[in-house]
């Protein structure tokens, strides 16, 4: 009786080759036949034991040697895209911003290769973070065009090591590297041409639930077309340390190409919340402001219109018990009319946030009616609403975020810190300032220097013979005297207005060294801090009680508390009403 043996696995040429077909659809074979003739179990074990000693002595069946070249064919592809896309991109992105006259009726695209055409035939050297000079000499773009920023380079500081040649000039601000200047010929350029409104439109719209006379009517919010007249070049003016805005601009990149990705949410979530939390004077507002323009201005291909809603969060609470739920549903029913156009980008900005968590958290201890749990319950609902759309960015603030609820902070994707400026920082905005009033020819018009050069000499900066380094120098020394005070940047861009206010008022034009001199007196005399005596130290001392007392830049003293529980911070500051318990 012959025994029946294992046939040999068939050679690669008796099998058509189809890696995608034979990897999704296998050929499939009884579980009782076997090479086309019925055998026993006791006959399939020997066929199976000998095809598998066979694969074992180095030899595979067809269908795995086709797995393997797909698996090797896909590395292959894959590495070929790789090269490619490195090709493909060698240079640093360039982002212009082209603002047309409010009638222009040009088409973009023309603009866009008239802007790209000028800058590569006319200017040797692109300075970033500038406007563009010397555009008005083309008749197109001099009958269309208002200005052209010039703004960060995407990809400068890995190609910064790699090609001399494309920067030409940058600052190391800490670890981190400022790219000023760039080669136009070696550098791929983002261009967005848009178009202002010409009359500033702000909708203010009011809580029409409540009975109140109309003296006493609270605005529930605002709504403004963008892009705005208002806010164009406040982008510029905000000046932050560790590249804070391009991580904002570039969440709100990525979260927009998840959408259009239609990426399910379920598996990769995200809730479109960024929250902006520091000391009071930092410009958290403003960068929010700044930021929903700046999406108006890039994302303007996918979003022809775009719009910000404010809202004030004071209004969203009921003098009559059990109302303020309604108003929180009526405010978002509001902003859902508005992100139902596909067409429109929309920016929800919530100012001060912590008086909405913090009111939660003082009712479930029982110190607030629970109609405050109400509101916050139903703005927590309204937020998860809102994160099925892909056309809508929630942009909150707060100065104090222990008093921020652990429910809505789970909610948030981006929390970020808007510190105090950084001396570098404090002189970009006080040379700012300055170079402003050289344009309006309240100052001599004067070169000031980078402050990688001013700051060392601060110490010798009034004994300088050249001017440039004297006046750098004093700048540089009163941008380090405020940072070790801790002025806001709010307060210091209020220098000028109090140091002409106090030194330099009358009519006679003062030199940029009477400015310098009249605000570092300013400086020393309104925010130095007190000097304290022996009595003062020893009364704080016995009147502790777990508060120490700190004093800041602003002259007022404030108190620290050294240990208390989150939700008893947010109990305090619902009890005063939103206002920051470290003023007491």
Known sequence: MPILEAPTPPGPSSIRRSPRKSSTSPVKTPSNRFNGFATSNSMQSIASSSTMAHEMNGHHSDEEEYELERIQTDQEEEDAMSEASEEDEPYPDVHVEVRLHPDSR????????????HIIEYVAVLNLGEYLNGWEIDPDLLAHVQQIWVEEAGKSIRLMFSSNSIIIRANT???????????PKQ?????????????????????ELEDYDDEDTVTAGSMRTLPSIELDGLWQTLIYADNLKSRLLNFCYSTTFFSECLVDSNIIAWNRVILLHGPPGTGKTSLCRALAQKIAVRMRESYPRAKLIEINSHSLFSKWFSESGKLVQKLFDTITKEVEDDGQFVVVMIDEVESLTAARAAAMTGNEPSDSMRVVNALLTQLDRLRVRKNVLVMTTSNLIDAIDEAFLSRVDLSELVPLPPPEAVYSILKGCIEEMMRKKMIKERKLLEYQRASVLTGFWEGQTNKISRYSGGLAALAKKCHELQISG???????????????????????????????????QQFQPPVKTSLVIA???????????????NGHSHSRTKSVDRSQVGSMVAMEGGKDIRDE
């Not at 040009?106 to 802007?115: F, G, L």
């Not at 601000?173 to 080669?183: K, L």
């Open 173 to 183: 601000v800490g670890s981190f590297i400022a790219v000023r200047s760039i080669n």
């Open 490 to 524: 709010r307060t210091l861009r209020k220098l000028p207005v109090l140091a002409h206010t106090t030194k330099l008022s009358g009519n006679r034009k003062r030199t940029l060294n009477d400015w310098i001199k009249a605000m570092l007196d300013i400086v020393q």
């Open 187 to 207: 550098a791929n350029f983002q261009i967005y041409v848009y178009r202002p409104q010409r009359h500033e439109f702000i909708e203010d719209f009011n809580n």
């Open 539 to 553: 009364n704080e001392t016995s009147n502790g009680n777990g508060v120490v007392k700190n004093y800041h830049s």
């Open 106 to 117: 040009v088409q973009d695209s023309n603009i866009e290769y008239k802007v790209k055409d």
